[in-house]
């Protein structure tokens, strides 16, 4: 029903607005980056309107399936499956310059074991994955939302980690990283107290050993003095 002007709903008769798990950010796609859209995406790319995905029919196989969420650049994502072709990747980003750098990139290498979503992940994982379909989830450097009014809006919370929980297969590992330390205490709370994992370092504990490539973002954080705070929490029900 059309409201009168003037006329607002009552706060509980509003519409819930749903939080992203995404920020867009403004950006230039270079040439070669849009090229790579027109000429990759028929290959690399899916879509969520084709619904849930069958993993052995994209790929031609079946293999352990990595699911990366927000790649950026998509650098580390791009040498991770170059490392390890025994295992097919999953990259979701909605930043157009970075789903073009790493179309191009995928590209260039040749990859058969990468395939990209442009969406938000919260939709991949409702409308596109399957429960227990992923050996591992990756989430590298999520935006830490440093104001504290603004906590609400970081990806790791409660309710996520338990939608991340169903798409992992028992044993499946999930893996964050941020380089911000009140960031990664309450990564290791929220992660610590949800039900269905536990922390493959031992309680408590950080991940200093792991096979996540450096990004070059990283690197240069590194030689400021910054530190860098990784988890690996394992799926067990």
């Known amino acids: 029903m059309k409201l009168p002007p003037g006329v607002k709903l009552p706060p509980s008769d509003r519409p819930l607005r749903t939080v992203k798990s995404f920020v867009i950010r403004a950006g230039r796609m270079t040439d070669a ?5 027109t000429d990759s995406w028929p290959l690399f790319g899916l879509n969520l309107a084709d619904g ?11 293999a352990p399936l990595v699911l990366e969420i927000g790649f950026g650049m998509g650098d580390s994502l791009i040498a991770m499956a170059q490392a390890h072709p025994e295992q097919d990747y ?11 750098n790493v179309l191009r990139l995928a590209q260039a290498a040749g990859l058969q074991n990468l395939r990209i979503y442009k969406a938000d992940a919260k939709d991949v994982l409702q409308q ?23 906590h609400k809006r970081r990806m790791i919370q409660a309710e ?46 950080w991940a200093t050993e792991h096979d996540r490539p450096l990004t070059k973002f ?12 990784d988890l690996m929490f394992e799926r067990t029900e």
């Open 33 to 37: 980056q849009k090229q790579a859209v």
């Open 52 to 62: 849930k995905l069958e993993a052995s029919k994209v790929f031609g196989r079946t």
């Open 90 to 100: 999953i990259g979701v980003e909605v930043h157009a310059p970075g789903i073009g």
């Open 128 to 150: 596109a994955l399957a429960d227990g379909l992923l050996a591992r989830i990756q989430i590298f450097f999520p935006d830490p939302w440093h104001k504290t009014k603004h």
């Open 160 to 205: 996520f980690v338990q939608e991340l929980r169903k798409k992992l297969a028992i044993g499946g590992v999930l893996h964050l990283a941020t380089d911000w330390e009140p960031y990664a205490s309450q990564m290791m709370q929220v992660l610590s107290e949800a039900a269905g994992f536990r922390n493959c370092m031992g309680e408590g504990t």
């Open 218 to 229: 990283e690197k240069r954080g590194q030689n400021l003095g910054h530190g860098v705070w």
